[in-house]
């Protein structure tokens, strides 16, 4: 048996879950953290920047992960993670505070890249994927419960909520103390698995993979994004918004869980096909004023979430030989967190929110339709 008792396997999830907070931790007490840290334009950068340095710094941590192991660089990087958050609030001014944020994304490469890794590293095949759906689980629950932490507390004080990122420190006790530094897997097995890829994964390459997880990053975190513009426009309160956006990652994590199911049954290019269809539906969903609708359309989008970026992440993994496999979850994490940055400019798109969801739904369709085709077509 390679794989980690309970306690270091709730380790490794706990630390994905840092993946989502980065930015988000900071939204529901935007205003007063902002006007705390002395930041009166651009605010919305508090949220996106972290993305963009995850981005940047995404290639040198995969090198880094490749040369020197994960485990190491988790280390440093769940410190980095508590130490770097945290002292945001000793920080004054756009030109500190956006440095601060853009090298927390940074630090938040090298955590999600080596969390993943160890991941692939203890465990392999079906007990893998099943890991790695509870992975996309965690980090979206952990989008649920970070989110309303940072709400209660920007409520008490506007500095509370940057105290919650020294919780990294509390998950890298956990790492030395449940997750053992070192692993006897058998590489005769990971070559097997490695060498088989094609019968699993069928015409996606690397780079598709990267392709379509940016699209898929792109299309649901727009919500996040534009659905409180949309939603306050209709006399939605801040309670309700965050309660729809709350439910989405409920959703989600229901839907990554039962995704290896869905993957066995129907095989990973129609589960996201499906992801996709889901995404265009929830779009025409978000341009209805009516709940019920909107409630529809959360359902459909958190399911587009749960069966996308959980599956590709493993698909990353399993189209990766184990010497290069930090390198190439780092290229993921840069399309994940591309795609979340990207989202900052969409509402300059022309013609206002309405349009954007229109696009989100025909641009989804179109993916949705190119994999159901794809799929069809005999493997190479």
């Known amino acids: 048996m390679n794989s980690l008792k ?12 840092l993946t989502i907070m980065v ?21 919305v950068l508090l949220i996106t ?21 994960a485990y190491e660089l988790l280390i440093i990087g769940l410190f980095l993670y508590g130490f770097v958050g ?11 505070v956006f440095i601060n944020r853009f090298i927390l994304g940074g630090v938040t490469a090298i955590v999600m890249a080596g969390c993943t890794v160890l991941i692939s590293t203890w465990y392999k095949g079906e007990a893998r994927l099943g890991m790695i759906a509870k992975q996309g689980m965690a980090i979206e629950l952990g989008g649920v419960i970070f989110l309303f932490l ?43 698995i490695t060498d088989n890829t094609k019968a699993v994964i069928g015409a996606f390459s690397l780079k598709g993979v990267y392709i379509v997880s940016t699209l898929a990053m792109t299309i649901f975190f727009t919500s996040t994004v ?3 513009i949309t939603m306050s426009a209709l006399d939605y309160n801040e309670s309700q918004i965050g309660e729809l956006l709350a439910f989405i990652s409920l959703v989600a994590v229901f839907t990554a869980g039962v995704m290896p199911k869905a ?36 359902i459909l989008i958190g399911i587009g979430f749960g069966f996308s970026i959980p599956l590709l992440n493993h ?28 989202t900052s400019f969409m509402e300059y798109i022309p013609g206002g929110i309405h349009n954007v969801f229109i696009i989100c739904s025909v641009l989804s369709a179109v993916v949705a339709v190119t994999l159901f085709v794809k799929n069809k077509k005999p493997a190479a």
């Open 6 to 17: 309970a306690a270091g396997s709730f380790t490794l999830l706990c630390i994905a879950s």
């Open 23 to 43: 930015g988000t931790l900071l939204a529901p007490g935007l205003v007063s953290i902002s006007n705390g840290l002395g930041i009166t334009n651009n605010t």
């Open 49 to 69: 920047l972290p993305s963009l340095g995850a981005v940047v710094f995404a290639p040198i941590a995969g090198r880094l992960i490749d040369k020197y192991g």
């Open 86 to 96: 945290a002292s945001g609030y000793f920080l004054y001014g756009p030109t500190l």
């Open 150 to 192: 940072g709400g209660y507390l920007a409520s008490q004080f506007w500095g509370l909520p940057l105290a919650l990122y020294l919780i990294a420190w509390v998950f890298l006790a956990m790492l030395l103390f449940f997750v053992p530094s070192k692993h006897k897997a058998s590489n005769q097995v990971e070559e097997h």
């Open 226 to 228: 534009l659905l409180p």
């Open 263 to 298: 993957t066995k049954l129907i095989g990973e290019t129609n589960v996201l096909a499906l992801a996709f269809l889901g995404f265009g539906l929830s779009y025409v969903c978000f341009t209805q004023p009516s709940t019920l609708v909107l409630i529809l359309g959360a």
């Open 315 to 342: 698909m990353t993994v399993e189209l990766s030989a184990e010497n290069v496999r930090g390198r190439n979850l780092s290229y993921f994490t840069m399309a994940v967190f591309s795609g979340q940055f990207f």
